[in-house]
C-alpha cells in the first residue's frame, strides 16, 4: 500500500517568514495530494491540493509543488501569521476506492 | 455550512468494556470514513463506506472493532471489547468521492477515547 513520510515533524518560525513542509510518496499510481490543516481540538481541514498532471498550485499566501519523477510534494507558506499555527498533514490518493493515506504530520508554531 | 456530525465528543471507559461512536455525514456524501489519530500521528483509516457497503477495511481490527452504515447515511463504529491501546481520537468524514474521482474530505470534531 501507500506509505507517506513528512517531515519536518515541528517547525518554529518568525511572523512574517516562510514555512516548507515537505512529504514523499511511495506509490507511483498516486494521483492526488491534499494538504489539511488541523487545528486544536478540530478535525483536519482541507487547504490545498494538487493533482499529478499539474507542477505547482498557488492560492494566495499557500502554494504546493509536486515532483512526480522523485515522488516527492511540499507545501509552502509565505508571509506566515500567527493563526497559521497548527497541525499540517500531507495525502496521498491511491487506489481503485482513492483512499487517502495520511502523512505523519508538522506541527508549525508562527512566533509573533 | 454543513457538517459532519459526531458524537459522544469525549468518552472515558475501562479496558475490556464496549464503546460505540457515531457519525453522521454532510448530506448526499456517499463515501464515509473512519479513521483513528494517535496522539502525533497522522489519521490512519479504519474502514470507508460506499454507500452502504464497505470498500475497504482492511486496517479495521476485526476481532474488536465493527462498523455498519445500514441505510447509507450515519454509521456508527463499535469497539468491544476495548483494550488501552485503543485510546486515540476516532474521526468520520464524508465526500462525494467515488471510485472514479478524487476529492475533498469533510471531516468532524471527532470523537476522544480514553481507555482506563
Known amino acids: 500500500g501507500e506509505n507517506v513520510e513528512q517531515h519536518p515533524s515541528t517547525l518554529s518560525v518568525q511572523e512574517g517568514d516562510s514555512a516548507v513542509i515537505k512529504c514523499t510518496y511511495s506509490?507511483?499510481?498516486?494521483?492526488?495530494f491534499p494538504w489539511y490543516k488541523q487545528e486544536l481540538g478540530k478535525g483536519p481541514q482541507l487547504i490545498i491540493d494538487?493533482?499529478?498532471?499539474?507542477g505547482e498550485k498557488k492560492d494566495q499566501r499557500i502554494a504546493v509543488t509536486l515532483n512526480k519523477t522523485a515522488k516527492h510534494f511540499s507545501l509552502h507558506i509565505t508571509e506566515t501569521q500567527p493563526e497559521d499555527s497548527a497541525v499540517y498533514f500531507c495525502?496521498?490518493?491511491?487506489?481503485?476506492?482513492?483512499?487517502?493515506?495520511f502523512g505523519t504530520g508538522t506541527k508549525l508554531q508562527v512566533i509573533p | 455550512e454543513a457538517e459532519v456530525a459526531q458524537s459522544p465528543r469525549y468518552k472515558i471507559t475501562e479496558k475490556s468494556q464496549a464503546v460505540a461512536f457515531w457519525c453522521d455525514p454532510i448530506?448526499?456524501?456517499?463515501?464515509l470514513y473512519w479513521y483513528r489519530q494517535i496522539l502525533g500521528q497522522g489519521p490512519e483509516l479504519l474502514v470507508q463506506?460506499?454507500?452502504?457497503?464497505?470498500?475497504?477495511d482492511s486496517q479495521l481490527p476485526k476481532d474488536r472493532f465493527s462498523a455498519e452504515r445500514l441505510k447509507g447515511v450515519d454509521s456508527t463504529l463499535k469497539i468491544q471489547p476495548a483494550e488501552l491501546g485503543d485510546s486515540a481520537m476516532y474521526l468520520c468524514?464524508?465526500?462525494?468521492?467515488?471510485?472514479?474521482?478524487?476529492?475533498?474530505?469533510?471531516f468532524g470534531e471527532g470523537s476522544r477515547l480514553t481507555v482506563l
Open positions: 468524514a464524508s465526500s462525494t468521492r467515488t471510485s472514479l474521482n478524487t476529492g475533498e474530505l469533510f
Open positions: 506509490d507511483s499510481a498516486s494521483n492526488y
Open positions: 494538487i493533482r499529478s498532471n499539474v
Open positions: 495525502a496521498a490518493n491511491s487506489g481503485g476506492y482513492q483512499k487517502v493515506t
Open positions: 448530506s448526499g456524501h456517499a463515501t
Open positions: 463506506f460506499q454507500d452502504e457497503s464497505v470498500v475497504d
